[in-house]
């Protein structure tokens, strides 16, 4: 049978053996053609004694007698081109060789009683650690591996003669993992997190999980001290923010090897932990974030020298993986696929397409010499590996590494600022009071927004939306402010960086008219001037505010005045008013209409000021800092000057929410939920 095989290809391959003489032979006849009729013209001239056409003839003479000779050379070439290819690999008896070896391979790795991953990580010919006490080996491995230059090898299973062992440093910097449907691409990822984990301890190395499936995968590699960030496809948004977070520790990271002048971020004294990005479904953020492809693009290009790493798993590498990108990731690694070509296209070979897909977790690698088959380790309890190596994490003292990214603002304020802890302190900068408002939301982590108290301030936004809770917010913390001032010598003030004090105005609409109290001034007010505390808490005015008032008894300077008697601005002074769009008004009938826009154009006085409305503030130049809370309505949000990129995707304001808007000053334009009164307790 074998016999008549062969005899068959000797048949078939035939034709093509006679095809290229065939073609010589009719391409040598049409050229020489027009050679023997100018060989007969040569013939005739010379015998007439015609010189001067014999000089014409010659050089076509010799033209195509030498492309004669050049097409006889090629068709040689070409005949040993043929030949060398039919003996080359690719070719049927060699794929045919090729095949047989790799399904021997794959049944013998598939009869192998292949061990689980705890006994390939701890059982090294020692009396393996109880299970409840591998956390031992793993603080030994982590405190050796910290003595010497830190290895990023991954026991990930069995190869065909040893341990099969990745790192990711040596090997990588990068990884493309493929794998159809079942063929344990999610439990290879799962194991080599693992075994980093367990080999390396989080000072060195961090993780950023990025689960388009679902996050069925990365569940419990979440818990690991390691990671840094674990996101999944049911939350884009977070997704978003994993990828800024992403940008922004590259640009970190670049900053810092452009300052220190070094071409590694591992030359530095202190180098951060090694970042391993690993993505699982990786075709699936192509199609759902295709505008943020790019910033993996660059991970890639530029990861080896700045100390983080990206392992992109996906069900197929054609058409999903830029040029630009594959050519920066070395490590190839082929679970089953269905379609040779897949194969082909990552390891140079079709043999990954030939896996039984009765045997998950069964692969080959290629790293640029050669490729290797070798077969998965699954953990025989993961989440107990996990929990083993947080323990570890604690014994050895290693803090918990801060996130690279952090959730959005919630959607609704119960899940929010209500049950969370939040500082409220005011402090000082640059001589300028800074009271803490808010969490501000960069778009990739939440920060405490601590507004400035210089210059002028407008808070817009329609009723409900916290502007009176924040006004009384604000001037609850500079009480305290001023309280602390008080509290210190001047000397230690001095050292402390503690300017002088500062006099703070209340003013808000009571009934149908203006009331303004002088809560504090640093000239002591005459013994005529009524304390606050004997004062009843003005009926017209908001909670919060009855609450400000109702509770300066302590203010060692306070006093009140009625409109009439309030004193002009001054400089020094800060100055809170709520509701005063009809303060602003140029026809306002208002006794304080005239002095609040003084104060708005006079250096040293702060006005901090809500109204109802944009229009209300009639001059916009003169508010360097705004907070505005969104209407619902687009072109009135953008007629208070919210960026139309604000109102768009990802971090949009939500305008149910109390407290939550968008924080702008120059340049920039923030989320921000604004923290509730401190009545309401949670303050320090």
């Known amino acids: 049978m074998k016999n008549l095989e062969d005899s068959n290809g000797e048949q078939s391959e035939r034709p093509g053996k006679l095809r290229p003489s065939a073609d010589t032979f009719l391409t040598v006849l049409a050229q020489c053609a027009p050679l023997l009729a100018q060989t007969a013209l040569l013939w005739y001239m010379t015998a007439q004694g015609r010189w001067m056409f014999l000089a014409l003839l010659l050089p076509g003479l010799a033209g195509n007698l030498a492309l004669c000779i050049l097409t006889l050379l090629r068709s040689q070439s070409t005949a040993k081109r043929r030949q060398g290819q039919r003996n080359s690999p690719g070719s049927r008896a060699h794929d045919a060789f090729e095949l047989e070896s790799t399904r021997a391979d794959m049944t013998l790795l598939a009869s192998l009683d292949l061990p689980s991953l705890e006994s390939k990580l701890f059982d090294n010919n020692r009396r393996p650690p109880d299970k409840g006490l591998y956390w031992q080996s793993i603080v030994h491995t982590w405190l050796s591996s910290l003595e010497g230059t830190a290895s990023y090898r991954a026991m990930i299973g069995c190869g065909m003669r040893e341990d099969f062992l990745i790192d990711l440093a040596a090997d990588g910097p990068h990884a493309l993992v493929a794998g159809t449907t079942g063929s344990g691409k999610s439990v290879f990822l799962q194991t080599w997190c693992l075994s980093l984990a367990c080999s390396i301890p989080p000072s060195r190395l961090n993780m950023v999980l990025l689960d388009f499936k679902g996050g069925s995968g990365f569940n419990l590699l979440a818990g690991l001290p390691h990671t840094v960030g674990c996101v999944n496809d049911l939350d884009l948004e977070q997704a978003v923010r994993s990828l800024a977070g992403i940008r922004k520790e590259l640009k970190r990271r670049e900053t810092l090897v452009a300052r220190e002048g070094v071409a590694d971020v591992m030359e530095l004294v202190s180098p951060p932990p090694r970042l391993l990005v690993v993505v699982d479904e990786f075709q699936a953020l192509r199609q759902q974030l295709p505008d943020y492809q790019e910033d993996l693009v660059r991970l890639a290009s530029q990861g080896r020298s700045l ?15 830029s040029a630009q990108m594959r050519a920066n990731m070395n490590l190839g690694i082929c679970l089953r696929v269905r379609d040779p070509m897949q194969s082909k296209e990552l390891l140079g070979s079709p043999c990954a397409a030939h896996i039984n897909p009765t045997n998950p977790g069964q692969g080959f690698f290629e790293s640029g010499d050669g490729v290797r088959a ?263 949000d953008m007629a208070c000057g919210i960026p139309s990129a604000s109102l768009d995707g990802p971090g949009r304001p939500v305008c149910t929410i109390p407290g939550r808007g968008l924080f702008m000053s120059p340049g920039q334009a923030l989320p921000i939920q604004c923290f509730p009164s401190d009545s309401l307790g949670n303050n320090p």
């Not at 329609?462 to 001032?485: D, F, H, M, V």
């Not at 003169?622 to 009135?636: D, N």
């Open 307 to 321: 100390g983080m790493n990206l392992i992109a798993c996906t069900q197929q590498t054609m058409g999903q993986v």
């Open 374 to 636: 070798f077969r998965t380790s699954q953990a025989d309890n993961p989440g107990g590996l996990v929990t083993q190596i947080a323990k570890a994490a604690t014994f050895c003292g290693f803090r918990p590494a801060p996130p690279l990214f952090s959730a959005p603002l919630p959607d609704t304020e119960r899940n929010g600022v209500r049950s969370a802890r939040y500082e409220t302190r005011a402090t000082f900068q640059n001589g300028h009071p800074l009271v803490p408002i808010g969490w501000l939301d960069d778009g990739v982590l939440l920060h405490t927004c601590r507004m400035p108290i210089i210059g002028n301030t407008a808070l817009i936004g329609p009723l409900g939306r916290g502007k009176t809770t924040l006004i009384g917010a604000l001037t609850q913390r500079l009480l305290r402010l001023l309280k602390e001032i008080e509290s210190k010598p001047g000397d230690l003030a001095k050292t402390a960086g503690i300017p002088g004090p500062f006099d703070l105005r209340l003013s808000f609409w009571k009934g149908d008219a203006y009331s303004s109290f002088d809560l504090y001034t640093r000239r002591r007010q005459s013994a005529s001037s009524p304390d606050p505390s004997q004062l009843p808490p003005p009926s017209g005015a908001e909670p919060s505010l009855r609450n400000v008032l109702s509770g300066q008894a302590t203010s060692s300077a306070g006093a009140s005045s009625s409109p009439e008697k309030s004193k002009e601005p001054y400089e020094g002074l800060i100055w809170l008013i709520d509701d005063a769009q009809d303060l602003l008004d140029p026809m306002s009938r208002q006794p304080l209409a005239g002095q609040v826009n003084k104060a708005l154009s006079m250096d040293g006085v702060a006005v901090i000021l809500a109204v109802d409305s944009a229009a209300a503030i009639r001059r916009p130049e003169r508010f360097r800092q705004r907070l505005v809370f969104p209407f619902g309505e687009r072109s009135v």
